[in-house]
């Protein structure tokens, strides 16, 4: 059984930044041979992939609409992952939970459904 921890949201005006991040555990889980990845859900949104991170972190793949804005890294000695967010706008607004799967390619498409792990989120407001 796996745990998957986000924090670093928080309130910040347009055109600011945050740091999301992603504490993993588990008895019997083990984070750097996961996958993981960002999704984010909007107020009445159906919830949209953001980002991934492949398990050494040599691959990552990110939304269309992240354009150049969103970075994912991983420190796999702190089992952590991180989404630094730059040049926020209103619609970024969301909660933004983390995952992990095996499969990076669960993750690069977009197989939500099929991910192993899922934390609670953590939510980034942006005021205009």
């Known amino acids: 059984q796996a745990q998957l921890v986000e924090s670093g949201g928080g309130l910040v005006q347009a055109g600011g930044s945050l740091r999301p991040s992603c504490a993993a555990s588990?008895?019997?889980?083990?984070?750097?041979?996961?996958?993981m990845g960002w999704i984010r859900q909007a107020p009445g949104k159906e919830r949209e992939f953001v980002a991934a991170i492949s398990y050494n972190g040599g691959s990552v793949y990110y939304a269309d609409f992240v354009k150049g804005r969103f970075t994912i890294s991983r420190d796999n000695a702190k089992n952590t992952v991180f989404l630094q967010v730059n040049a926020l706008k209103p619609e970024d607004t969301a909660v933004y939970s983390c995952g992990a799967d095996p499969n990076y390619s669960d993750f690069v498409l977009k197989k939500l459904n099929d991910i192993s792990y899922w934390g609670k989120g953590t939510l980034v407001t942006v005021s205009s």
């Open positions: 588990g008895r019997t889980f083990t984070p750097s041979m996961y996958a």
